[in-house]
């Protein structure tokens, strides 16, 4: 399972026949992009959606589509993209590795604690970033991720496009710019955890000394 989060991207599917209200929606065999605006659950979400003309609209309690879901058959659901699905599986099929590697259960960092600490995420490209300023040509193919972290933390992620445009794909720069800025939450909490681990624990003894009134056995009196 995915967890959804503020500002992450999905696939919009609308109803067969929502073209009320200016929805422009012709081709039933193409999804529509989506960014999460709201979170119910795991499996519902408020979305902002573009029409196939670019035009934003909202859609509340959408049901969103987890893996081993049955799809709706007349639409109105949302799901993530292959990539995501993809990049899941194969943070799942490393996580259950490293879980059976040697039988460790150590205290470690998993990709679920990576998850769980962002709190919103917002992607978008360069040229977005600069309206109203004179664009360079290629800006429209730098992507940027912002992580926001539950913590108030903002970390930034930068997918510089490719050498030829021609091979600009939106949904792997998302992808890699997602990447990146994911890897600087992993020292973050590596550090957090490793404090935790080097805090000094109260053992039995020292608790009996101290409810005597006693010095701890590790710390003797001079």
């Known amino acids: 399972m995915i967890k959804p989060s503020i500002g992450r991207r999905v696939w919009y599917w609308p109803y067969t026949n929502a ?117 360079l040509p290629g800006l429209e193919h730098i992507t940027i991720c912002v992580l926001v972290l539950k913590n108030g933390t903002k970390l930034v992620g930068v997918n510089e496009g490719p050498v030829s445009a021609a091979n600009f794909d939106p949904n792997i720069g998302r992808s890699y710019a997602r990447e990146k800025a994911i890897d600087q939450v992993w020292p973050m909490l590596g550090y957090e955890l490793r404090t935790e681990l080097a805090r000094p624990r109260l053992t039995e003894a020292d608790a009996a000394a101290d409810l005597a009134g006693k010095p701890r056995p590790d710390r003797p009196s001079a």
């Open 19 to 135: 073209t009320q209200g200016g929805f422009t929606y012709s081709d039933p065999k193409q999804p529509l992009d989506a960014g999460i605006a709201y979170v119910h659950s795991d499996r519902l979400v408020n979305i902002s959606v573009a029409d196939q003309n670019g035009v934003i609209h909202s859609r509340t309690s959408v049901q969103l589509l987890q893996e081993g879901d049955t799809r709706p058959e007349h639409g109105g659901f949302c799901e993530w993209m292959p990539y995501q699905q993809g990049q899941a599986k194969a943070h799942t099929d490393v996580g259950a590795a490293s879980s059976a590697w040697g039988g460790k259960t150590a205290p470690r960092i998993t990709r679920d604690n990576i998850e769980a600490a962002i709190a919103a995420e917002y992607t978008f490209t360069a040229d977005k970033a600069l309206a109203g300023c004179p664009l």
